[in-house]
């Protein structure tokens, strides 16, 4: 809160202008929301070290991934930074179907280097984005063996195509990317989160998977992919609105 000052002021800008909390509710809100993360990164490491027992969980939509791994056609499942992911995959196990996470190359680095000495009980394959775009033939392979394929949809680098969308009263980028390829590979998603309550309780949510319209044109598939992210900014506005704390991007998110 005190040494970080432009992650400081874009999660306070996000509590003040966007939730429109006041000036004190909004501090608060900053320094309940670094509690959230602090936790998630100790729930992380218990889940990795074996300690799943540890926790309990809500399950709300668990079946419609029971139906997407039954029906043996795979898909993707677009989460956020929100909650806590990680804790997720240790309910995914329940899932009759290999889980494989998609992120960024240095972040899949750094999970190694931090968690090597605890990684114990790692319950997902992770596919690394890379600049040779060799992650795409990795979806690709799972996909064709009926697996499901997890990537978040609310962080972009330099580079990627983005699309801009109203998100919480003004308008932000979101990646292209997680939205386009359940089209071109033409298979079912459905928005995931994994939110914290209490000290070791998580509610896990699933909505009902939506499939993809065929698409014969660029400029078809171009909108479909607009209508695909319209569905999961829903989706994430009405999780913010229930966990408005357990957000964590912290840089200027919005226009």
């Not at 309940?32 to 399950?59: C, H």
């Not at 991934?65 to 804790?87: E, P, Q, R, S, T």
């Not at 089209?183 to 994994?194: A, D, E, M, Y």
Request: aromatic share 14%; hydrophobic share 40%; proline share 4%.
């Amino acid at each position: 809160m005190f040494f970080s000052p432009k992650a400081f002021r874009s999660i306070y800008g996000y509590f003040s202008k966007r939730k429109k909390f006041g000036r004190l509710k909004s501090f608060i809100s900053v320094w309940r929301n670094y509690n959230y993360l602090g936790q998630s990164i100790i729930d992380k490491i218990a889940i990795l070290s074996g300690q799943n027992q540890s926790f309990t969980f809500d399950m709300d939509g668990e079946e419609y991934l029971h139906d997407m791994a039954k029906n043996g056609v795979g898909g993707f499942l677009i989460g956020a930074h929100a909650g806590n992911w990680d804790v997720a995959g240790s309910m995914l196990n329940r899932i009759d179907s290999k889980i494989n996470v998609v992120m960024l190359d240095a972040e899949h680095r750094r999970i190694k280097e931090y968690l090597s000495g605890v990684m114990k009980n790692l319950s997902v394959n992770v596919i690394p984005i890379r600049d040779d775009f060799s992650h795409l033939l990795k979806i690709k392979e799972a996909l064709q063996n009926k697996e499901l394929i997890c990537i978040h949809g609310d962080r972009f680098v330099d580079g990627m195509n983005t699309i801009r969308k109203m998100f919480l009263g003004s308008e932000a980028d979101f990646p292209a990317g997680p939205f386009l390829l359940p089209l071109k590979f033409n298979v079912p998603v459905t928005f995931v989160f994994s939110m914290k309550e209490g000290f070791n309780h998580y509610h896990f949510y699933a909505s009902k998977p939506v499939q993809p319209v065929s698409c014969k044109s660029p400029a078809e598939r171009s909108i479909q992919t607009g209508l695909l992210l319209d569905e999961y900014v829903k989706e994430l506005e009405i999780i913010l609105s229930k966990y408005p704390e357990q957000w964590f991007n912290y840089y200027e998110f919005w226009s």
